[in-house]
């Protein structure tokens, strides 16, 4: 057995605070396994290096294992302050001061660059992709004394019915009850979309892997009956799959009475009143939509195999049933110019009260289909590292003017947010008033629902 200290690096409280699901899962591979793991998250343990190096000295552990979430938070405005990866080298600088043992780096920023992260952080060995099965056993070879690299390979993606239940540790499940309220969970891993940006298929796969719906429920139910958590977040890249296993799942939860408040990541397709009002039975309460463009032109420059009618019904659904929905959508990507533009915030005002967050330019990662373009385009060379962030803009735009004008459209809009920042600042203020949660959804403000009138 081995002792094995796992830190969640993430510090990043924007928009919420978001629970280590990672971590977890990775943690209850390796309890599984026979060894004993500590689990400590800087958001809620704290960062300051007094307090870690006394949970590492009281632990003892026989390795230290980081999680890595997020390179950084994509925002074209957020500059360095934005840039995560500072911090985690400093973390492992403060670590060897602390212990001799060896430290491990996994997690999906990570997998995005390997060999760049593992070596600009300064760790001894680093996981690419899944760590249910890697992680244990690259601790049984550090025990039995062998000699590994720097970098351990990728493995086969793991069956849904292989993934490991999560470890959820109360004192960090209160913490982010209390902060955001927002308790992550994994019903399926993958994407079969080739949107051009995206680096999920390369970070988990690209046919979904669904677990049984039975599994997922039975976590909900542990969670809730441990920790009195009733509230939950699915991360999937995509919660509605075109297969309808989300379905399977929604059924199940249904069936078994479960009660917990749910949202999640969706594609705007194939969605309409009928589902939307199934899973509001279930618990949902409010949609992410991965809208990604705002324009049909700007749709398929990013090859999202999407029309924005569709968008339009999905978004009319979530109305009709009076579910939140909050569009993210990115400015200035592949084909943006001005008509494209304007046909662009058209489209968002017929959002009508639901929530949209607008980026501007595209976050540029290698392995993305946007990486090739973007060098024959001549926005960066074969050889520009991406290790700190780079992000494309159409050349048929000028970035600065589409920014003036997408922050003059929606000046003194609570529901329109741009840049980032300025949803950061409304959320500020809605914490302050007592609200947790997703908070955006607090600023979908619904018609009225007409009083049937007596005699009519």
């Known amino acids: 057995m081995s002792r094995v200290f796992f830190i969640s690096c993430n510090i990043a409280t924007d928009p919420y605070a978001v629970y280590p699901l990672g971590m977890a899962v990775v943690s209850g591979a390796l309890s599984r396994a026979g060894h004993q793991v500590e689990q400590y998250d800087c958001l809620v343990h704290g960062r300051d290096s007094a307090t870690i190096r006394q949970a590492v000295e009281r632990f003892r552990p026989d390795l230290i294992a980081i999680s890595l979430r997020n390179i950084d938070n994509v925002d074209s405005f957020s500059g360095e302050e934005g840039w995560y990866l500072k911090h985690a080298r400093d973390l492992v600088s403060e670590l060897r001061t602390m212990s001799d043992v060896p430290i491990l780096l996994g997690g999906p920023a990570l997998t995005i660059m390997p060999e760049a992260i593992a070596r600009y952080i300064g760790v001894d060995h680093a996981v690419i992709g899944?760590?249910?099965?890697?992680?244990?056993d690259l601790v049984a070879d550090l025990a039995a004394g062998r000699q590994l690299p720097l970098i351990i390979e990728r493995?086969?993606?793991?069956?849904?019915?292989q993934f490991a239940s999560p470890v959820y540790v109360d004192e960090m499940v209160q913490y982010y009850q209390r902060?955001?309220?927002?308790?992550?969970?994994?019903t399926k891993r993958g994407c079969p979309y080739q949107c051009s940006y995206c680096s999920y298929p390369h970070l988990e796969g690209r046919q979904f892997r669904v677990r049984d719906p039975r599994q997922v429920v039975a976590e909900l139910k542990q969670l809730k009956k441990d920790h009195g958590a009733d509230s939950v977040f699915f991360t999937d890249s995509v919660f509605n799959d075109p297969q309808g296993h989300y379905l399977e799942l929604i059924e199940e939860m249904l069936r078994s009475d479960v009660q917990v408040r749910w949202s999640a990541f969706f594609r705007p397709q194939h969605l309409d009143r009928a589902k939307l009002a199934l899973m509001k039975r279930a618990g949902l309460y409010a949609l992410e939509l991965g809208t990604d463009a705002a324009s049909d032109k700007t749709l398929r420059g990013i090859n999202k195999n999407l029309e924005f009618e569709?968008?339009?019904?999905?978004?009319?659904a979530c109305l009709a049933e009076r579910l939140p929905a909050a569009h993210y959508v990115i400015f200035g990507g592949p084909g943006e110019d001005d008509a494209s533009l304007e046909e662009g915030l058209r489209n968002m005002e017929q959002l009508g009260p639901s929530v949209v967050f607008a980026f501007s330019g595209i976050r540029i990662f290698p392995d993305s289909p946007l990486h090739p373009q973007a060098i024959a385009e001549g926005i960066i060379g074969a050889d520009t590292s991406l290790l700190?962030?780079?992000?494309?803009?159409s050349r048929e735009i000028d970035r600065r003017a589409m920014e003036e004008r997408i922050k003059t459209r929606w000046a003194g809009r609570k529901n329109r947010v741009f840049p980032p920042s300025e949803g950061l600042k409304r959320i500020a203020v809605m914490r302050d008033f007592g609200y947790r949660g997703l908070m955006w959804d607090h600023l979908v403000r619904f018609p009225k629902a007409r009083q049937a009138v007596p005699g009519r």
């Open 388 to 393: 700190k962030p780079v992000y494309y803009f």
């Open 179 to 186: 902060e955001s309220d927002v308790i992550n969970m994994q």
């Open 130 to 136: 899944e760590g249910e099965q890697a992680v244990p």
């Open 155 to 161: 493995r086969p993606p793991l069956p849904g019915d």
């Open 310 to 316: 569709e968008v339009f019904a999905v978004n009319e």
